[in-house]
């Protein structure tokens, strides 16, 4: 046997570590009951190895470290908030920038701006946040992504990517002037991190150029989906990421960022467009929901290290590994038969918990009980990306009920060791040995908003 994995090797040494907590099986069982089991309300010094999110858990390096003491706390005009500008501008290729304090806040704003009652919303599969102040606008999302995502065993590409179909079929059916912007996501969260491909990126621009209409990137993580691009896109394997990110833009009109994702910080986002008129509406909007067009709710220090960020986490090095990470896992848990969504997404990994507990109905919230019982088996904890978080249909007030019913193990940038990522997979391999004995929920309370991060549970009877 050869030893091959040396591919993916971090660039980057350790110089700072915090201490993780232990917790015995007993301790675990009556936290996770006490939780209501939902990982979402376990205390993080409960928790072992946390994968419940890449979301601001990522971590910062000294150069990061460092510009948080250059931050220029001024309550209008910080010099950060003009370095930030010029990454963005940069990097992204958008002309005017608003930060906001995270990703939603850019979201929010954006669809008060965009959005009028009645109004369509296409989008590659919804995110539970974007969604929500798309509705809040008074606007309808629709699903325009490929079947294809919907299958978690599928093995193609571009799992992501818009279908044009779809999308065609949708604005002859509402018109074009009921269709404020197509909201393009890239990498897709919901679907399992998949991305969409520069050529269908340029389709979609093509068609609703065609109609007068926006597109808006979430570009959340199109970092990471630029580097999909470059490993799976035809012509691309000799670009960079930055080259790619950079086309990617280019063919929106704007975009909103969680930079808790991609850009390695732990608070921060922004808005970034090129309409002047929509960036003077979207100005006027910060002021009273974020704070001044030039701090968006973030301190001076938050907008340099999320400028120092961009220019880190766009490298290609980092990407290689931050992505073979997760796919190291992923190829681990593969190799002991864990059923999970194909291909790999560049985020996290998502257990397909419906082939996992084939025994529990839709309705008995199998992903929500995996999670639960991952956390009770090793202390790991991860989240649920099913019918809990789709939540409910707003007009007929029905559970939603997605193909996808998953539980996703995401990884923080630059957080976890390779041995880390060994106890994981053994974990998941030992709680799948004994899948038969996991009993499925009832849903005890349900928060109004975004359920899934609030809502209680407890065991079914056994059967
Ligand atoms: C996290 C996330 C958001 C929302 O960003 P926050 O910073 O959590 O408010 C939007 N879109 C996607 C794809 C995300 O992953």
């Known amino acids: 046997m050869r030893l091959t994995r040396r591919a993916w090797a971090e660039p980057f040494k350790i110089k700072m570590v915090e201490p993780l907590k232990m917790t015995t099986a007993q301790d675990r069982e009556r936290f996770i009951s006490e939780a209501g089991f939902n990982t979402f309300l376990l205390r993080s010094d409960q928790v072992y190895i946390d994968l419940l999110t890449d979301s601001g858990t990522n971590a910062m390096s000294d150069v990061q470290w460092a510009g948080m003491m250059l931050g220029d706390e001024a309550y209008a005009g910080s010099a950060n908030f ?119 990126l340029r389709a979609v621009r093509a068609l609703t150029a065609a109609h007068g209409i926006r597109v808006i990137l979430d570009a959340t993580r199109a970092m990471e989906n630029a580097h ?121 990994i998502f257990i397909d918990a419906r082939r996992f507990l084939s025994h529990l109905e839709q309705t008995e919230f199998p992903a929500q009980a995996l999670a639960a019982e991952l956390y009770r088996e090793s202390g790991i904890r991860t989240m649920e990306r099913g019918i809990v978080s789709a939540g409910r249909n707003v007009e007929t007030g029905e559970h939603n009920t997605p193909k996808l019913e998953l539980v996703r193990l995401t990884f923080p940038r630059r957080v976890y060791t390779q041995a880390h990522c060994d106890v994981t997979a053994e974990s998941v391999e030992d709680v799948f040995q004994r899948r038969d004995s996991i009993r499925g929920l009832r849903m005890t309370y349900e928060p109004k908003y975004l359920r899934f991060f609030q809502a209680r549970f407890e065991p079914k009877p056994a059967r």
């Open 82 to 200: 003009y370095h930030l500008e010029e990454q963005v501008q940069k990097y992204y290729g958008y002309k005017y920038l608003i930060p906001t304090h995270q990703g939603r806040g850019a979201e929010h704003i954006l669809s008060r701006v965009l959005i009028r009652d009645g109004d369509v919303v296409p989008g590659n599969m919804y995110f539970t946040t974007t969604r929500a102040h798309q509705e809040l606008a008074g606007g309808r999302f629709v699903d325009v992504i490929v079947d294809e995502a919907h299958d978690p065993a599928c093995e193609v590409p571009f799992k992501g990517n818009v279908d044009l179909t779809k999308l065609e079929a949708l604005i002859h059916q509402v018109g074009p002037s009921k269709i404020p912007y197509v909201s393009v996501a890239a990498t897709v969260n919901m679907a399992g991190g998949q991305p969409v491909s520069l050529e269908n």
């Open 228 to 348: 999909f691009i470059k490993k799976r896109e035809a012509g691309c394997a000799d670009r960079t990421i930055a080259s790619i990110l950079f086309e990617m833009c280019s063919l929106t009109d704007g975009c909103t960022m969680s930079g808790k994702k991609d850009l390695c910080v732990n608070i921060g986002g922004f808005l970034a467009l090129n309409d002047f008129a929509v960036f003077e509406e979207a100005r006027n909007q910060v002021v009273l929901f974020e704070g001044l067009h030039t701090y968006g709710g973030l301190a001076g220090r938050d907008m340099e290290a999320m400028a120092r960020g961009i220019e880190e986490a766009v490298q290609d090095a980092h990407m290689e590994a931050r992505i073979g990470q997760v796919q190291y896992t992923a190829d681990l848990l593969l190799s002991v038969g864990i059923p999970i969504v194909r291909p790999t997404g560049g985020h996290a």
